[in-house]
């Protein structure tokens, strides 16, 4: 009986010079429980869990590893260096070079302003989405930080253990270049790079 071949991930990572967009490499991707699950977006939640409980990219990322391995890969410099733009077979990126990333699937999730609690045993406090804005060296990000109704997204940001933070409904747009931006439904970005956090007040705090 033939060994069943799984699609590995199609993902894409951002640093200060290029555009990296490919496969995770099947020895990082076959860390997750289950490989067929590592991009599942169902997962992701929006169901009243926060991308912070989930697993996948996000976990990946934040393992204790010096790097991240991208095989069929194609590299997009942001300067024009022509020995950079090219197709390789495999490419490691050092997880702290690492500005932002993303996996790559066409899903899009319901959007909504306060996510319910889970009704099950172990029941999750209410979150709420709070848009933020990070400058991440030569990008400017615009997205959703999912974090517990009535924190303050600062802190929730900065004072979390972990050096990758997943948002979402997520822009980015490459400062030296304003007309170069794009949007991701799921944009992990490394909280170690950001240089400033912008957030706007809470619906709340808006009043009517």
């Known amino acids: 009986m033939t060994e069943q071949q799984l699609e590995l991930p199609a993902i894409e990572v951002v640093t200060e010079t290029a555009w990296i967009s490919g496969h995770l490499s099947r020895d990082q991707a076959s860390d997750a429980a289950n490989l067929s699950s590592v991009l599942n977006l169902d997962e992701y939640g929006l169901r009243g869990r926060s991308m912070i409980e989930s697993g996948r990219l996000v976990d990946v990322l934040n393992r204790d590893r010096a790097y991240i391995t991208v095989c069929e890969a194609r590299i997009q410099p942001f300067f024009p260096l022509q020995l950079l733009d090219r197709h390789v077979e495999q490419v490691a990126v050092s997880t702290a070079e690492i500005l932002c990333a993303a996996p790559l699937r066409p899903d899009t999730p319901t959007h909504g302003s306060v996510e319910p609690a889970s009704t099950g045993a172990y029941a999750q406090p209410a979150?709420?989405?709070?848009?933020?804005?990070?400058?991440?060296?030569?990008?400017?990000?615009?997205?959703?930080?999912?974090?517990?109704?009535?924190?303050?997204?600062?802190?929730?940001?900065?004072?979390?253990?972990?050096?990758?933070?997943?948002?979402?409904?997520?822009?980015?747009?490459?400062?030296?270049?304003?007309?170069?931006?794009?949007?991701?439904?799921?944009?992990?970005?490394?909280?170690?790079?950001?240089?400033?956090?912008?957030?706007?007040?809470?619906?709340?705090?808006?009043?009517p």
Request: glycine share 4%; proline share 6%; aromatic share 8%.
């Open 127 to 207: 979150r709420e989405r709070r848009t933020i804005e990070l400058q991440i060296g030569p990008i400017l990000v615009s997205g959703d930080f999912h974090i517990v109704l009535g924190s303050d997204p600062v802190a929730a940001f900065f004072q979390r253990d972990l050096d990758f933070v997943p948002l979402t409904s997520a822009t980015v747009t490459y400062l030296p270049e304003p007309q170069r931006s794009w949007v991701r439904e799921v944009l992990i970005v490394n909280k170690r790079r950001a240089q400033i956090l912008m957030s706007a007040a809470s619906a709340e705090a808006a009043g």
